[in-house]
């Protein structure tokens, strides 16, 4: 439920991209200045910029409303990867080497600290999805942990939604009108907890 970034440190500066390498730092200048005091002289962090709300989910909408009124201070940036650090190129490490490095980038923060730590939890993605599901999110992204970097999209990772569905009963269906043909609308209907079939 937000804006994938990168973010680019280097002599000092910090710089926002999205994923076509659009420069976004102005949009997101309160993570720029945040992530100016990381202990790092050149990094390139790859992550999610949300608006968190009171119940600490995320939301579009939210993220969407706050860019438009220059809201700056209620975005948070969760990073989940870190391909480069200080001259190193970590492209070709695995995915669970790379959450190492950037841990210790990015110890726990306090929880009102705009740039985080995107943790993990390896092995139990039925249990997690559950989770998500429970709690009204979108869903969760599953990576395999012993890839490489991609920077594009591939089998290495899914996303996974959290898919809500109820099973309806088409009992009619009205007559078109204006210049529809066949059929206007479907007339359902669906079983309440007594089992009586509801319109």
Do not use: M
């Not at 998500?132 to 920077?151: F, H, M, N, V, W």
Request: glycine share 10%; hydrophobic share 35%.
């Amino acid at each position: 439920d937000g804006y994938r970034a990168l973010c680019r440190i280097e002599k000092g500066k910090a710089q926002f991209f999205t994923r076509e390498w659009k420069d976004w730092t102005a949009r997101f200048r309160e993570l720029a200045i945040a992530a100016v005091s990381l202990p790092v002289d050149q990094a390139l962090i790859d992550g999610e910029v949300v608006v968190l709300e009171p119940d600490g989910t995320t939301s579009f909408q939210s993220l969407q409303n706050v860019l438009s009124r220059g809201e700056h201070q209620r975005l948070a940036y969760y990073a989940f990867d870190l391909p480069h650090l200080d001259g190193y190129d970590l492209t070709r490490v695995s995915l669970l080497a790379r959450k190492e490095a950037l841990f210790k980038l990015l110890p726990p923060a306090p929880e009102n600290s705009p740039i985080r730590y995107s943790d993990h939890v390896v092995g139990e993605g039925e249990t997690l999805l559950e989770h998500a599901s429970q709690y009204g999110l979108e869903g969760i992204i599953s990576k395999r942990i012993d890839r490489p970097y991609s920077s594009g999209r591939g089998r290495d990772w899914l996303k996974i939604k959290c898919l809500q569905s109820q099973e309806f009963v088409i009992g009619g269906f009205t007559e078109p009108s204006g210049s529809r043909k066949g059929l206007g609308a479907l007339l359902l209907g669906v079983y309440d907890e007594e089992g009586t079939l509801r319109y």
